[in-house]
């Protein structure tokens, strides 16, 4: 280490003498870690890039790779295009992005307003195979309510959110399909007649504690109310025994269940508040507490309605029973092959009608099924997945095609077509 990195990787010196600093600054403290394998291929191609003596600009984007400020794959991506200045990059490429997630969410409400499915443009399944749910909240009457999305979503699915087009539901899968704007309800769900399990230590705990705060409670309800508490405003009740209550704060409401799992092993009912639509983690909890102390006290003087016991479930399993008999897997597979045969059949016709716009297969990514195939073309790449599923037809799909092209769905079937002639070469010699 003979100098520091700031006095030879700066504006006017030459490409040759600034890249041997940068090679010989990695790996000391507060700079990159490196190994040559890595390295010397990224050297290549910043010295393709760079300009020769280099600039400002360049001097300090190569200084912010070194100490870790942003990654050698953003400086080779912004040095490849030079849009605008380094210092603005970032902002650009951010707005490019959100600017591309707009597009793709406003095809997506066209497909929506056109009747199609947003997300895939094939049919996979009849359309009863869904439960027909009710369209008003089985709790409150509301007809204000959206469909809720499980999982991580992606960047797609945060815009379709935004939008308002569903819920977000968190990453574990559960059976309530619909959620009310109105009265936080979810439905359709299963009544829970189970017995809490786990240890039998950790279970007498359990119970040990929703006795005792069910006491705490209990002796705050027999206290007047403060002024803050929320009203209770309706109740309804489960067929295996827990109770839900809306609970309203003036402008503000939250969810309140109570639970009796542990009930039934000798300890007391649990009370849940939901709050939504307050972002201070302290007011939540005290709004919390005020809202199980409010439907205590409200328990002291009425009745629970006792309505809505099923709350759709019994409908959902109907349903499934009733589909499970009728259901004819053999005819909905040859449903299935007709609508790829006539997909194969429609990009073959394509491929020998243009041979001379069909991109090239350059590179096969390949861990089983599907694999995926990347295409050239004159404007750019595209990837392609191939299908086979126990030894059907294949299956082509090309979804997250570059924008450029003119032509999306062309150039999707373009970049199919490719692929298809080059898992079955004979399918190009034969002429029709
Ligand atoms: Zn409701």
Redesign the pocket.
């Known amino acids: 280490m003979s100098t520091h990195p700031e006095v030879q990787i700066a504006a006017g010196k030459s490409v040759d003498d600034v890249l041997t600093a940068f090679r010989g600054s990695v790996n000391q403290p507060g700079t990159i870690f490196s190994t040559e394998h890595w390295l010397v291929p990224k050297l290549d191609q910043l010295k393709r890039l760079l300009t020769d003596p280099i600039t400002e600009d360049e001097a300090q984007a190569l200084l912010d790779v070194l100490h870790q400020r942003h990654w050698m794959r953003d400086l080779l991506d912004w040095l490849d295009k030079r849009p605008v200045s380094w210092a603005d990059f970032f902002t650009y490429r951010d707005n490019l992005k959100q600017e591309d997630l707009r597009k793709a969410a406003d095809e997506r409400e066209r497909r929506r307003a056109a009747g199609l499915d947003p997300y895939l443009n094939f049919k996979l399944v009849p359309d009863d195979f869904h439960p027909k749910l009710s369209d008003a ?1 089985p ?4 007809s204000d309510w959206k469909p809720i999305g499980y999982g991580l979503p992606t960047e797609d699915g945060i815009e379709d959110a935004r939008r308002g087009h569903y819920v977000l539901g968190g990453c574990v899968l559960q059976d309530a399909k619909r959620y ?1 704007l ?2 936080f ?1 979810r439905w359709p769900t299963k009544p829970n007649m189970k017995k809490p399990t786990g240890r039998p230590e950790w279970v007498e705990r359990k119970v040990a504690e929703t006795r005792s705060e069910y006491a705490e409670l209990s002796a705050l309800a027999d206290q007047p109310p403060s002024p803050e508490e929320p009203h209770v405003e309706r109740a309804w009740a489960r067929i295996d025994g827990r109770v839900s209550f809306l609970v309203s704060f003036g402008g503000k409401k939250a969810r309140v269940t109570k639970s009796l799992q542990y009930s039934r092993l000798g300890g007391a009912p649990e009370y849940d508040a939901n709050v939504l639509g307050i972002c201070d983690p302290r007011d939540v909890c005290k709004m919390c507490d005020l809202a199980a102390l409010a439907v205590v006290r409200f328990e002291r003087t009425h009745e629970p309605e006792k309505h809505n016991l099923y709350n759709d479930w019994d409908i959902v399993q109907a349903h499934w029973r009733a589909f499970d008999r009728r259901w004819d897997g053999e005819s909905y597979r040859r449903e299935r092959v007709r609508e790829k045969r006539q997909k194969l059949s429609r990009l073959l016709k394509l491929a020998r009608s243009v041979p001379e716009k069909l991109p090239r297969v350059f590179s096969l990514r390949s861990d089983g099924n599907p694999k995926v195939y990347r295409v050239r073309f004159p404007w750019g790449v595209a990837r392609v997945r191939s299908y086979t599923w126990q030894s059907e037809l294949p299956d082509y799909d090309c979804r997250d095609l570059c924008r450029k092209a003119e032509d999306a769905e062309l150039a999707g079937d373009l970049a199919c077509a490719a692929v298809m002639l080059y898992e079955f070469p004979k399918l190009a010699g034969t002429s029709s």
């Open positions: 909240c709790d409150c009457g509301s009310c109105a009265c309800n």
